[in-house]
């Protein structure tokens, strides 16, 4: 008894090894010995049914590579076709009897008629060789091209795959090999499409070198006349072309279908019905067509007529084969709605928090809805692109919804749930502010601007231009709201920064600077270290835009210290020219300096604890230096409100003062580029008691 699970051709191994092998030295022997005739019909026979098994697989077949050996395939049964044709040839010429096979060709098949044989003879040749041959050629041609040429990026693809952990190692061997054998076997392809189309060619020497050869030897031989050669020769070799041509157009047809086969979940049958017969608006079209032939065509009617009605049945069961699919599938979808209705309710997505997110009310709808004209959407996509350039931090998808809670007009903006701005917008009106240059007082509805906390001024489309022209700055709701994000994501641009982000950060710049991120992280620092260096600089406006230059800053330094606020620094002092330019106005640098009392106060003061750096000032210490701070900002003319200390107390001055002066850029002079030219307008000097 067979093992249970072993196939026929498992438990064949062994034996059809030794078959091939018998079978091509017999290939070899039919060239050179000569074969009986019922031996001779035995192979036609089995040659006819070998390439009506080819064909059949071939249209069964999803895949190229189920059948990987026809390359080597078409070798073997066209070296077969041609031994048989040689063997046939020596038979004809020598006996005139080269089995029954053949004469029944000869005399059935073309009905005793060498004329009508050579006509079908020589239809068959021009169908395989210029049709079917010379299209799967170039088929296979291409497909071998194609298939070499995207080689690099489907390995660039999988080993993507696997960097991301969406495969493991053996299904990644698993398709590199998939890839090696496609590239094989096209290739092979290319070149096994020559033996087809050589079979044709050599089909038809071979019927001429016949004919010429049975009319001599019929002629000069054995003494027959013209017509007596001609009529048992000719219909010899008209069969004998045939019983070879046939099987030969098969296999070609094989071949056109495996090279024109793409992959696929079914086999050619499948796919043909399917596809082709899956519209019933086609199939009513194409009906009616055909019977419109038979009625007003002036051709027979009976057979269009009759095509026509069969189209309309065919396309009415599909129609109704299609209804009865989407009955089914809303009952599947309806059940599974129930399923979901009964089983306990599911809570865990109500625990996740957006990054970022935005709540309009209704009347803000229309600035979202682009059918309505709104390009918020695409706003914030710039927004969020102008934030990665100048920022160089990766926004996460700001989420949009409406809310029923809010003021018509209202929208609020959140951070992690938190809410961080809010404000309203006039939708059909246009918001007025004063820069500065205003000539003439213009009336509307009065406001604050959310962004900047500038008085402004809602007027309507009617008095745009007359705003405009009295020197008002006039912008639209959309970039009102657009401007007012924009704020608040540099504001808490720090806080949007995550673990998640910065190894994103990270596994970016390894791409390009893999040796100083190897070196930094894990061994120096870790992600969090790094995150809370990129926070610090975040916090105070200053980009993270210049990785490399940060992370070998950190690579350099955290062998000496790993307290985050002194990397930080570090990290400043490096980015120094950046800084200095962000400030700067016209090539000038305009800063506030702070006296040496101060200082001496503020590095007293300086506590480290296992929390960081803290500043135990005496309150109303504090209080003096927070009003000689808003007096020296109030006395000077700015650009930017800036104020230079030294760098033991920078970081030190800035966390007392980000709270009551939240806009106060406090530099150290180590962070001032030597090639800045400084304008120091004023001194906060310390006032001593009274």
Not at 203 to 225: E, N, P, R, S, W
Not at 372 to 392: F, P, V
Request: glycine content about 8%; aromatic content about 6%; hydrophobic content about 50%.
């Amino acid at each position: 008894m067979p093992r249970a699970g072993v196939t026929f051709t498992q438990r064949m191994g062994p034996i059809s090894d030794l078959v091939v092998v018998l079978a091509v030295v017999l290939v070899v022997v039919m060239m050179v010995l000569p074969l009986p005739p019922f031996l001779l019909d035995l192979l036609l026979a089995i040659n006819i049914s070998l390439s009506l098994l080819i064909l059949l697989l071939a249209m069964n077949i999803k895949g190229a590579l189920e059948i990987s050996i026809f390359p080597s395939l078409l070798l073997i049964t066209t070296l077969f076709r041609l031994a048989l044709s040689v063997s046939s040839t020596r038979l004809i010429l020598l006996t005139g009897n080269p089995g029954r096979i053949i004469i029944a060709f000869g005399d059935f098949v073309v009905g005793g008629n060498y004329v009508v044989g050579f006509v079908i003879f020589l239809i068959l040749v021009v169908v395989q060789f210029i049709v079917i041959t010379k299209g799967s050629e170039r088929v296979a041609e291409v497909a071998a091209r194609f298939t070499l040429d995207a080689m690099p990026g489907k390995q660039m693809s999988i080993d993507a795959d696997l960097n991301a952990g969406l495969i493991s190692e053996s299904e990644a061997r698993q398709r590199r090999q998939l890839i090696a054998r496609e590239a094989d076997f096209y290739g092979a392809m290319d070149g096994a499409a020559k033996f087809v189309k050589g079979d044709a060619i050599a089909g038809i020497i071979i019927l001429v070198i016949d004919l010429l050869g049975g009319l001599a030897i019929g002629m000069f031989q054995k003494g027959m006349d013209l017509t007596g050669a001609l009529s048992r020769y000719a219909l010899l070799t008209v069969g004998d072309g045939l019983v070879s041509q046939i099987p030969a157009l098969l296999i070609s047809t094989a071949t056109g279908i495996v090279v024109t086969r793409g992959a696929s979940e079914n086999n050619l049958g499948a796919d043909f019905t399917r596809q082709l017969f899956s519209q019933y608006r086609v199939l009513v079209t194409a009906g009616v067509a055909v019977a419109a032939f038979g009625l007003f065509g002036g051709l027979p009617k009976l057979p269009f007529i009759a095509l026509g009605a069969s189209l309309g049945g065919l396309a009415f069961a599909v129609r109704r084969a299609e209804k009865g699919q989407e009955i089914e599938e809303e009952t599947v979808a309806e059940q599974q709605r129930l399923e979901e209705a009964r089983k306990p309710e599911s809570v865990a997505s109500l625990l996740q928090v957006d990054p970022i997110e935005m709540e309009i009310g209704y009347s803000l709808i229309p600035l979202v809805d682009e059918s309505q004209g709104g390009d918020l959407l695409d706003r914030i996509s710039m927004i969020r692109r102008q934030c990665a350039i100048e920022l160089g931090v990766l926004v996460p998808v700001i989420r949009i919804r409406d809310n029923l809670q809010l003021n018509p007009d209202e929208y609020v903006v959140k951070i992690k749930g938190i809410q961080v701005g809010r404000g309203e917008l006039m939708v059909n009106h246009y918001l007025a502010m004063d820069a500065g240059g205003v000539t003439e007082q213009i009336t509307g509805i009065p406001t604050t601007e959310p962004a900047f906390g500038l008085k402004a001024l809602w007027v309507d489309a009617a008095a745009r231009e007359r705003a405009e022209y009295a020197g008002y700055t006039v912008v639209d709701p959309p970039a009102v709201l657009a401007t007012h994000l924009t704020e608040i994501i540099r504001t808490h641009a720090h806080e949007l920064l995550g673990r998640q982000e910065v190894k994103a950060l990270l596994d970016s710049a390894r791409e390009s600077y893999s040796a100083v991120v190897d070196e930094l992280v894990p061994e120096l620092l870790t992600v969090g270290e790094v995150q809370k260096v990129l926070q610090n600089l975040l916090r105070e406006g200053v980009p993270i835009r210049n990785l490399v230059t940060i992370l070998e800053t950190l690579a350099d330094m955290a062998p000496v210290t790993r307290d985050v606020d002194y990397l930080t620094e570090y990290v400043r002092e490096a980015l120094g020219r950046q800084i200095s330019q962000i400030y700067q106005e016209n090539g000038v640098l305009t800063v506030l300096t702070l006296s040496p009392e101060w200082e001496e106060v503020i590095a007293d003061a300086l506590q480290h604890t296992d929390r960081g750096l803290t500043v135990a000032l005496d309150p109303r210490v504090l209080q003096q230096l927070f009003g000689v701070l808003g007096q020296a900002l109030e006395e000077h003319v700015l650009p930017y409100p800036v104020i230079v200390v030294s760098p033991q107390i920078r970081m030190a001055l800035k966390r007392l003062t980000e709270r009551a002066l939240p806009r106060l850029v406090v530099l150290s002079y180590n962070e001032i580029s030597p090639d800045v030219q400084v304008n120091a307008v004023g001194t906060v000097m310390w006032k001593h008691a009274s």
